[in-house]
C-alpha cells in the first residue's frame, strides 16, 4: 500500500512545473548532459558540427552562411534529443517486450532526424563547395 501511495507521489509531483526559472534552466542542462553523455549520434553529430564551424571559419563564410549554419546544427541537435526523449518514453511504455507501434514510433523519430541530418549535408555543399571550389581554381 506504501509503495502505491509513493508511486502516486511521484506521478503528481512529474506533473508539476518548475516555479523557478534557474531550476527550469537546470533541469533543461541536464536533459542536454544526459543526451551527450548516452546518444553516440549526438556525439557523432558534434564533431560534425565543430568540424564544420571550423571549416567555415577557415573557409571566411558570410555571417548570413554562419547563421544558415548554426540553425541547421541547431536543428539536427534538437532533433536527436527529441529523438532520445521518445525512444526513452517508448522504452518506459513497453518494457522489455516487442511492439509494432512503439518500432514505428522509434523508426519515424529517428528518421526525423535522418532527414534533418541530410539537409544539413546539403547546406554544408551549398556554403562550402563554392569557396573550396575558388580555392583550387587558385591554385
Known amino acids: 500500500m506504501q509503495k502505491k501511495i509513493n508511486s502516486l507521489k511521484n506521478r503528481i509531483e512529474s506533473y508539476k512545473t518548475s516555479s523557478n526559472v534557474l531550476k527550469s534552466f537546470k533541469y533543461a542542462f541536464n536533459g542536454i548532459s544526459y543526451v551527450l553523455k548516452t546518444s553516440r549520434n549526438f556525439k557523432i553529430q558534434l564533431i560534425f558540427a565543430v568540424t564544420s564551424l571550423i ?3 577557415l573557409l571566411q563564410i558570410s555571417i ?3 547563421v544558415i549554419l548554426i540553425a541547421t546544427i541547431m536543428s539536427v541537435l534538437i532533433l536527436e534529443i527529441l529523438n532520445t526523449s521518445i525512444e526513452s518514453i517508448i522504452d518506459l ?3 522489455k517486450e516487442f511492439s509494432s507501434l512503439a518500432k514505428i514510433s522509434k523508426d519515424a523519430s529517428a528518421g526525423a532526424v ?5 539537409n544539413s549535408v546539403i547546406i554544408a555543399v551549398y556554403i562550402f563547395f563554392p569557396k573550396i571550389k575558388l ?3 587558385s591554385i
Open 114 to 118: 535522418l532527414l534533418a541530418s541530410i
Open 64 to 66: 548570413s552562411n554562419y
Open 55 to 57: 571549416i567555415s571559419f
Open 135 to 137: 580555392l583550387f581554381e
Open 93 to 95: 511504455v513497453v518494457k
